[in-house]
Nanobody, 122 residues
Framework: QVQLVESGGGSVQAGGSLKLSCLASGNMFAINAMGWSRQYAGQRREVIAAIGDGERTDYANSVNGRFTVTRNRAKNTVYLQMNDLRSEDTAVYYC????????????????WGRGTQVTVSS
């Protein structure tokens, strides 16, 4: 099992920035990729960013160019730098992890954190 704990959520004005962090623990041999998903109220969760072996990354169109996912393997930590935030970025953000057997574009989470709220006011 892998445990994921997010931090760094909060409230920010439109155009501002936030950085989310996620610490992974447990059986780290069970994962080789990490990422972030978000969920709007009443909707399904969507993968918005992922990072895999060789530091290859993939992003949802809605955040591409504004969000950056990075990983510190030594610290078992993944980050999501969010810039130029918009009101439509308001959601619960979840840290995720997976054992990826394909290209990063096919990332699908196996493990989930509990989520952290991000609120962007206009």
């Amino acid at each position: 099992q892998v445990q994921l704990v997010e931090s760094g959520g909060g409230s920010v004005q439109a155009g501002g920035s936030l950085k989310l962090s996620c610490l992974a623990s447990g059986n780290m041999f069970a994962i080789n990729a990490m990422g972030w998903s978000r969920q709007y109220a009443g909707q399904r969760r969507e993968v918005i960013a992922a990072i895999g072996d060789g530091e290859r990354t993939d992003y949802a169109n809605s955040v591409n160019g504004r969000f950056t996912v990075t990983r510190n393997r030594a610290k078992n930590t993944v980050y999501l730098q969010m810039n130029d935030l918009r009101s439509e970025d308001t959601a619960v953000y979840y840290c995720t992890a997976a054992f990826l057997r394909d290209e990063i574009e096919y990332y699908s989470p196996d493990y989930w954190g509990r989520g952290t709220q991000v609120t962007v006011s206009s």
